[in-house]
């Protein structure tokens, strides 16, 4: 009962570690849905900034737009007036050229010519007088087109005074227009500094949305994550859910193969019945005699019978595995408690032939190469001794029984699990093992004399001992056992709700699920007092 207690104790440490973790899991869970709503919260809060920012952005730019086309049409404007004036300009100073320029040419031809008629008049004067006449006529036609020309001369000389007022009127043109470009060029310079001012407010504006998008990119890659995880946390649920479906199927299997054994234990009791119903017979015929070692081995087999059917009621919340190593132990120790009453008992004359094949195949199925004391002093004939002879009436812990495990017991506690031996008579079963150990390899087989030689560290304790220890190789070869067994506790505690729906609600209603987990731990608590 200590190993069964502790085994609860470890089972109950599982469990509750098992709950822990969930407990864990579940904080972790809300606090991501937590971090989750106050991102969305921030999200929602930076997208209103974002929107505000968008509109400033928007009426700066509709501003900027404005002011630049004010600008150009006042560039254009001032570039247009300065194009008309500086025409109007060259087209003065062309005039006042092209009168100057005339003025000095008829100054010239009449210098020129004044010399030639003075040297026509040389001439004239050196060859002839007669010549004096046309030379007075054209001294006259010279006069004339002398005062001709001072006319025009005087004439400009007069208009001289009014070209300069003219000049002075658009030199003082010049000057406003000068004066206004002046003007423009400032009211440009005051357009240029506003523009750079917006200019940088909207390279500030800009900054703060790369800044919010930056943070937006950042908390939707939390977003995803926090997805991928929750999606990870859905996938281990359903593979949680099918690993329990698995550990049912097993459950459902270990149920069938105590049933198969109950209905083996039927037949041990019947055939002890029919030992001591014969036992009763040889006392009947003659009570004065003494009795015959068949009837305390038959008495033997039916206390071993009795206490097999009270542990199995013991151990029916024991961990599967365990339970069904423990049975196939007493079942050994119930065969070869019947091959030693059964050997001797060939050498009388009341025997079943019958009884005595069934049992030495059931010997030969379930303990083909164990060894029991006194058994080889059997077979040669004589009784043993009663200090090598175990006593078959007394508890499983008064002899020393298993005396180490073979490398053939290793494999049938391999084949134990195979389904193509359920369900199959013990003869048959004997003859189906015993070929499929013959067609192993011989790496196979060394594999198991391995496995077999650790067993070696039972010699020398006694059954509950050894039992044990066979219990615990038996968990560290078998861990899936464990697994079933935990399976089993757990179906038989409460049900637990898988982990998708619990992930779901925990999304949901976050607030429910911790209440419920806290009157769960409280209902805990006081059952735990209890």
Not at 151 to 158: E, G, T
Request: charged share 35%.
């Amino acid at each position: 009962m200590s190993a069964l207690s502790e085994r609860l104790v470890m089972q109950l440490l599982r469990i509750r570690n098992r709950e822990l973790e969930l407990e864990t899991k579940q904080q972790e869970l809300d606090s991501k849905l937590r971090q989750e709503e106050d991102l969305r919260k921030e999200l929602e809060v930076e997208q209103e900034k974002l929107a505000k920012l968008r509109s400033v952005q928007e009426t700066l730019e509709k501003m900027n737009e404005g002011l630049e086309a004010k600008y150009k049409a006042v560039k254009e404007d001032d570039e247009l007036q300065r194009k008309q004036i500086s025409e109007e300009l060259k087209k003065r100073i062309a005039e006042v050229d092209e009168v100057s320029r005339e003025l000095a040419e008829r100054e010239q031809r009449a210098q020129s010519r004044k010399e030639l008629l003075l040297k026509q008049q040389e001439i004239y004067d050196q060859h002839s007088n007669s010549g004096k006449e046309k030379f007075d006529e054209l001294v006259a036609k010279r006069a004339s087109e002398i005062e001709a020309l001072t006319k025009k001369k005087d004439d400009n000389i007069r208009r001289t005074p009014e070209l300069r007022k003219q000049l002075e009127t658009e030199t003082e043109q010049l000057t406003a227009a000068k004066a206004q470009q002046m003007e423009l060029q400032a009211k440009v310079n005051e357009f240029l500094n506003r523009f750079s001012i917006i200019q940088s407010q909207l390279n500030e504006a800009k900054r703060v949305y790369e800044s919010a998008s930056t943070d937006k990119d950042r908390s939707t890659r939390m977003l995803k994550a926090l997805e991928s995880d929750l999606e990870m946390l859905r996938r281990r649920a359903a593979t949680s859910k099918a690993e329990r479906d698995k550990e049912l199927a097993k459950v459902t299997a270990l149920t069938e193969r105590m049933e198969a054994v109950r209905s083996q234990i039927n037949t041990f009791e019947n055939i002890t019945k029919m030992l001591t119903m014969s036992d009763d017979g040889d006392a009947a015929a003659g009570a004065t005699e003494p009795r015959h070692p068949c009837a305390s081995a038959s008495a033997g087999i039916l206390a071993w019978v009795h206490f097999f059917r009270h542990d199995e009621d013991l151990c029916a919340d024991d961990d599967g595995a365990v339970l069904h190593n423990r049975l196939q132990m007493q079942l050994i120790l119930c065969f070869r408690a019947a091959f030693l009453a059964v050997d001797f008992y060939t050498k009388s004359e009341h025997v079943d032939r019958r009884f005595v094949r069934d049992v030495k195949s059931a010997d030969d199925m379930y303990c083909p190469h164990m060894s029991v004391p006194g058994a080889a002093t059997i077979e040669c004939g004589g009784i043993a001794d009663a200090q090598n002879t175990p006593s078959l009436d007394g508890p499983p812990s008064s002899a020393r029984l298993l005396r180490g495990v073979s490398p053939f017991s290793v494999f049938l506690m391999d084949q134990k699990n195979n389904p193509s031996l359920q369900g199959v008579s013990i003869a048959k079963r004997g003859k189906m093992l015993s070929k499929m150990y013959k067609e192993l390899s011989q790496q196979q087989r060394r594999d198991l004399q391995k496995r077999a030689q650790n067993y070696k560290v039972v010699q020398g304790l006694n059954y509950r001992k050894r039992f044990s220890a066979l219990s615990q190789l038996y968990e560290l070869h078998k861990p899936i056992d464990v697994q079933v067994a935990k399976a089993l506790k757990e179906a038989n505690a409460r049900k637990v709700t898988s982990a998708k729906t619990a992930v779901k609600k925990a999304a949901t209603k976050p607030k429910t699920a911790k209440r419920a987990k806290a009157e769960k731990s409280a209902a805990k608590k006081s059952a735990g007092k209890k």
